[in-house]
């Protein structure tokens, strides 16, 4: 394990988080965060010393676009015919089965 001036982040600023996220984190919950974080800022460490000069910030993770359809008014089943196939109906309504109890 690596000792206290090892860490790059304190245990009061783990405790600190913990508790603007509202976790409720025990002894070795914040050892272990501690240690997860410690990775996490190492690594952000490495990335910050990439020299990145001239290139471009990436806006998309790639060049694929969203293909739409045309929005167009087709054709659709009549009200009498989707009646025609309902289990059970209510004068101009598909009864269904309740799905939901109300809470008193």
Known sequence: MASKEDHKISKEEILHLA???RLDLDE???DKMM???DKI???VDKL???DVEGVEPLKYM???TNVLRKDEVRPTISQTDALKN???KDTDYIKV???LKRSS
Do not use: R, T
């Open 19 to 21: 508790h603007l996220a």
């Open 28 to 30: 070795k919950a914040v």
């Open 35 to 37: 240690q997860d974080m």
């Open 41 to 43: 800022l190492a690594f």
């Open 48 to 50: 910050n010393e990439l």
């Open 62 to 64: 790639n060049n694929d």
């Open 86 to 88: 309902a289990p059970q």
């Open 97 to 99: 089965p309740k799905v």
